[in-house]
């Protein structure tokens, strides 16, 4: 009998522990697309995994981390396979401190499972690019320019998500052009397998930088760099800085003039111009309380905009190094150009430009209407021919060609960090988080294509003469700045700077 008993106690201990281990919580962490981060464990024990192999059921505590993109899922094992599909469930429970959680998996980024769990997503996060050789698009070593998209030659950096730094994970390899090198030498076109663009050359910048400008002519790049208080000078021919231009301060937001010869810099409570040619500040302007943005459109007048609480915004004579008008409403906020007609979009007006502006012709104060019914949530990006704008939430705008400031709401796409509209003017490329780039009809809106970039993109500008795009990117989230995560000492996102084409 007493061995009976010993033989049941057993069997209720192996039980026991069976059952503890059928129930065994897994830490994890999540992070969406909306910029949620959550911290808990789940005893989610297996998730059934879709892919090109077929029905797959994945251990999930053999799981090291899943980036999400597009519907698509890199799922990354312990043991150092691979797999690339979707995933077949809906929600993923979580037990956190503030409760039990189901997580739409439609709104995942990235998932850390045990260990990787303590650490932030690697940024970039979202499908992988392919490794070198196998047609990966991307350079990721480094550390995704201040607000949102500018595909209108104007400087500005953005992003939408912001959490932290990585940490240790493991970073996707370095993709060079074959014949190239990483720091901007031209080599022959690296595909991303299954894409519908060709990352053509990469500046590792490897600096944190506030904003991106483009010249009128297409033919050179300006960048503000944070991290050595300088502008650097790439001229498109040779995708290499050629001239470094120092600035006094920390800069954030650029313009350049017409035609080209001179910068327009906000650093720190200054209004900055700077001739390209002599590669030199030539003069200083204080600047407003609460400067938001600048814009250099005329031979000497440029509007500088506030956020209307601290002081007005204005429009600047740099031969008088003073303001020729000062508006007390109206025109606050971000600045975008569009070059179909000349018009500068605001937060809250639009500013009716002259065709030209010669350089005798003086400063002028052009006309400006506010919105009827309420500008863009945020910045756009607007299109070469000046009919669409597009906003960082995706909302996308019919942009009037009146007096009267319409600017109407059409339809809605993907929120997205960086918007390009490309050359050819029948093609949008969102750049959304997680290192994702969708391509979108014009005017029809249609997506036509989603493809992996392999880092978060920041700020970019369109070529004005092909279909290629020059981006900003880098591995960290950044929602719009300056950013309060650890991203450099300077506190802008550090990123290198892509060209990319893409084909018909």
């Not at 690019?129 to 400087?155: I, K």
């Not at 060709?198 to 490897?206: D, E, I, N, P, T």
Request: proline residues 7%.
């Amino acid at each position: 009998m007493s061995r009976i008993r010993t033989i049941c106690a057993a069997m209720v201990l192996l039980l026991a522990v069976a059952f503890t281990v059928s129930a065994e919580t897994i830490a994890v962490r999540l992070e969406t697309t909306d910029g949620n981060i959550v911290l808990g464990t789940t005893e989610l024990t297996f998730v059934k995994f879709e892919s090109s192999l077929g029905a797959l059921d994945l251990r999930v505590r053999d799981i090291q981390e899943l980036r999400f993109a597009d519907g698509q899922v890199d799922a990354l094992l312990l043991d150092g396979s691979s797999l690339h599909g979707r995933l077949a469930v809906e929600v993923w429970p979580v037990k956190t401190k503030m409760g039990d959680l189901k997580v739409p998996v439609e709104k995942l980024l990235w998932v850390g499972i045990g260990a990787t769990s303590k650490q932030a997503a690697p940024r970039g996060a979202g499908p992988s690019p392919a490794p070198a050789g196998g047609g990966g698009a991307g350079a990721v070593e480094g550390g995704t320019a201040g607000e949102g998209s500018a595909a209108d030659g104007r400087g500005g950096a953005g992003g939408k998500d912001g959490s932290g730094s990585p940490a240790a994970a493991p970073q996707p390899a370095e993709v060079r052009p074959p014949g190239g090198s990483a720091d901007g030498g031209a080599g022959d076109p690296t595909p991303t397998e299954g894409s519908k663009f060709v990352q053509r050359r990469r500046v590792a910048l490897r600096s944190s930088i506030s904003a991106l400008a483009f010249a009128s002519d297409g033919r050179t790049l300006f960048v503000l760099n944070v991290t050595d208080s300088e502008v650097d000078v790439i001229p498109t021919s040779t995708f290499q800085v050629s001239k470094r231009i120092a600035v006094p301060g920390k800069g954030r937001r650029l313009s350049v003039s017409p035609d080209g010869s001179r910068l327009a810099a906000l650093a720190e409570n200054h209004l900055v111009v700077i001739d390209v040619a002599a590669g030199r500040v030539t003069k200083t302007i204080p600047a407003p309380l609460g400067a938001t943005d600048v814009c250099l459109f005329g031979a000497d007048t440029a509007l500088v905009t506030t956020d209307g609480a601290q002081s007005a915004s204005g429009f600047v004579s740099l031969s008088r190094q003073a303001p020729i008008a000062t508006v007390r409403s109206g025109l606050t906020g971000w600045i975008r150009e569009a070059r179909n007609p000349r018009r500068l979009y605001t937060q809250s007006a639009v500013v009716y430009l002259p065709e030209a502006e010669s350089a005798s012709s003086g400063a002028s104060v052009p006309v400006w209407t506010e919105y009827p019914e309420g500008g863009p949530p945020t910045e756009i990006a607007v299109s070469p021919d000046g009919k669409w704008g597009v906003s960082r939430v995706g909302t996308v705008f019919r942009l009037g060609r009146s007096l009267l400031g319409d600017v109407r709401p059409f339809t809605d796409l993907a929120p997205h960090s960086v918007a390009v509209f490309l050359a050819d003017n029948r093609r949008l490329v969102l750049f959304v988080p997680g290192g994702a780039a969708s391509t979108y009809e014009v005017p029809s809106f249609e997506k036509t294509a989603s493809s992996t970039v392999g880092f978060q993109a920041y700020a970019g500008v369109a070529s004005l003469d092909r279909n290629a795009a020059y981006v900003l990117g880098g591995q960290e989230s950044f929602r719009g700045g300056p950013p309060t995560g650890a991203m450099g000492a300077t506190g802008w996102p550090v990123a290198d700077l892509y060209e990319l084409e893409f084909p018909p």
